[in-house]
Structure formats: structure tokens, C-alpha cells
């Protein structure tokens, strides 16, 4: 039984749940952070959930795979259509995780196709509103790193995406926009070590767990 699943069956159902979103550039240690973050929720006898977007598994996560692959070239606006109803196909299992007292913790969500589309030239209000019927989070935790850091910590096996260094850089503008005209973001400084992230991250979703 992985830590997951010991999370969900022993946890205490009776705290509210709590939707956390990691967001930023490839290798900006969104899934690390992620999983830190579970396991300490896990340790203080809280309901986790972790959660990846693309969640691959799914018919729609693996006509995804295959585009960024390059199997298929599909339009920006096609892409974030495909990205935005992977999200949706875990719209029942969010709610009712939350409903039960589970922090699901996600690794890459909403801001995502905000960020990435509006890089790609589309429209960020048409990106928002077309998710707005998706669970929204409770706190969006912005992984920032400029596009070079990312670059230098993967230099091989990237896809088409994290190859292109100036959409990078307009992807980082329009999450750092984000959250300066959102609400429940914090914005983190990940070019830092590991443990000094992970402990800006367990004080901000601490304050929000426990209390």
C-alpha cells in the first residue's frame, strides 16, 4: 500500500479538505515538492491525494502523450481543449475527495493552461472561464524559475514544449501575472535548495490544514 492509500484509509475524515496546486516551468520541483508535501500531510495523520496533470492513464492523458511526442500536431487551442478535459475527467473524484476531508495536492492544474495558452498567444479570459465548473484551489503555489535554470537541470529528453526557451519565458510572465491578479497564490523562489522550498511550502499549507 503505497503512502497515498494509507493516507486516504487512516487519516482523520472529520478536517476539511483543501484542493493545493503546484504550478511553474519544467523542473522547477513541482513533483518533488508535491511529494514532500504529501508525505508530511500523510505524517500528521491528515487525508492526502496526489494528483499530476496530464494524468496520462486516461483516454484523453494519452492523446496527449502522443501529441507532445509528436505523433499528432495539434493547434494551441486544440492542446489546451485536450489539457482542460483531462481535468475535467477527475472533476468527480476531486469533489468527492474533498468532501471527505482529503488535501489533494496536484502537480500542475488550472494556471497551467492559463499560462501556457496565453504564452501561445489564446486567450487567457477564454482559458479561465472554460474552467470554471473545475474545482478550484484553495492555494496555487507558484514554482518560480527563470527558463535557463530549467533548461540546465534537463538537457536531454525534453519535448517540444520545454526545448522552446522563449515560450518559457512568456509561460513564466503570464504565471507571475497570475499571481499578482489572483488570490491564494504564493510565489516561491525555486532556484533555492530543496528542504528551504519545502519549508516555505509546509508553513503557507500548514496555516490552511490545521487551523
Not at 486544440?78 to 496536484?106: D, F, P, S, W
Request: net charge negative.
Amino acid at each position: 500500500m503505497s503512502a497515498t492509500d494509507r493516507a486516504i484509509d487512516g487519516g482523520l475524515s472529520s478536517q476539511r479538505g483543501l484542493l493545493i496546486a503546484f504550478e511553474g516551468l519544467d523542473q522547477s520541483g513541482k513533483q518533488t515538492q508535491a511529494e514532500r508535501l504529501r508525505d508530511a500531510l500523510v505524517a500528521a495523520s491528515r487525508l492526502v491525494r496526489l494528483l499530476s496533470f496530464p494524468a496520462y492513464e486516461t483516454a484523453i492523458g494519452a492523446e496527449i502523450s502522443r501529441a507532445l511526442r509528436g505523433v499528432h500536431d495539434y493547434s494551441s487551442e486544440v492542446m489546451q481543449l485536450l489539457y482542460v478535459a483531462n481535468r475535467y475527467e477527475h472533476k468527480e473524484l476531486i469533489e468527492r475527495e474533498k468532501a471527505r476531508g482529503t488535501v489533494l495536492v496536484c502537480d500542475r492544474y488550472l494556471a497551467s493552461s492559463v499560462a501556457y495558452g496565453e504564452a501561445q498567444g489564446l486567450d487567457p479570459q477564454w482559458l479561465t472561464d472554460i474552467q470554471v465548473h473545475l474545482p478550484q484551489p484553495d492555494l496555487t503555489i507558484l514554482l518560480d524559475i527563470a527558463p535557463d535554470v530549467s533548461a540546465a537541470r534537463k538537457t536531454q529528453d525534453r519535448d517540444r514544449y520545454e526545448r522552446d526557451l522563449a515560450l518559457l519565458g512568456r509561460v513564466r510572465q503570464s504565471y507571475l501575472r497570475q499571481a499578482a491578479e489572483g488570490e491564494s497564490w504564493l510565489v516561491l523562489d525555486a532556484s533555492r535548495g530543496r528542504d528551504e522550498v519545502a519549508a516555505d511550502v509546509a508553513a503557507a499549507v500548514g496555516r490552511l490544514a490545521f487551523t
